[in-house]
């Protein structure tokens, strides 16, 4: 049973809304989830997020609050037991926000044009990437997760490269996470699929790979 009044709307293959499952999930709390078709929002969805209009949105007690990382914040203020999910030291949480909005602005940017180039140009592009991606990987220096000895904010932050980026390599016929170029974070991969909060929540890879198979076709074609 869902604890009254918690719900989700997100869309299962949106690497954001599963920030906010994990969250949810590492702290035990349970949830209503509602899926959304994004080319047709529901009322409930532009009623709560009339701003962006975007997933996800999590309603606690009858109140929306939108955006993954402010709902990952607002989870770890309001259920305070549990797993901790930002880290207790005021410099330490400086650090995790700094590299979330690195990965957020710099790394998902470099990411995304992987997507949709083909040959030399899409070589160019793999090796931007790999570029930011070394550089967020120094924050795994000496640390099982980025969060220390336990999944943690940056984690849950960057944790969908792990699930997702497998299956954009896999559609576009890119390597970019490998054991030679980056191998902390290939390692950290493996150990952050294997806690069971993450495991539990991530969509089905073969059904992942068929959409972005489709999206990726149509971004070609209509290039
Ligand atoms: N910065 C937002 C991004 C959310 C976002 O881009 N959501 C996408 C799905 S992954 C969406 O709702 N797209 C529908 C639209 O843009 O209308 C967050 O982290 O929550």
Not at 124 to 153: H, I, N, P, S
Request: net charge negative.
């Amino acid at each position: 049973m869902a604890e009254k009044g918690v719900k989700v709307f997100g869309m299962w293959a949106s690497p954001m809304v599963i920030r906010v499952e994990w969250a949810l999930r590492l702290k035990g709390v349970e949830y209503e989830y509602v899926d959304e078709d994004l080319a047709n929002k529901s009322a409930d969805l532009l009623r709560y997020n009339p701003v962006t209009k975007k997933v996800p949105v999590l309603v606690h007690g009858g109140k929306p609050i939108a955006e993954s990382t402010i709902i990952v914040e607002y989870i770890d203020e309001a259920w305070k037991g549990g797993h901790p999910i930002m880290p207790a030291d005021p410099y330490e949480r400086a650090q995790a926000r700094f590299w979330a909005r690195y990965a957020e602005d710099k790394c998902n940017a470099a990411l995304y044009p992987i997507f949709t180039t083909t040959g030399e140009a899409q070589r160019e592009v793999v090796r931007e990437a790999q570029r930011c991606l070394k550089t967020l990987e120094a924050a795994l220096e000496g640390r099982r997760f980025f969060g220390g000895d336990a999944v943690g904010y940056l984690d849950i932050v960057v944790g969908w490269l792990a699930h997702w980026l497998p299956v954009i390599e896999e559609v576009s016929g890119a390597s970019v996470v490998t054991d030679e170029e980056l191998p902390l974070m290939k390692a950290w991969f493996g150990r952050f699929l294997a806690v069971d909060a993450v495991r539990a929540a991530l969509p089905d890879r073969d059904r992942l790979l068929a959409a972005n198979k489709a999206r990726r076709e149509q971004l070609l074609s209509s290039a």
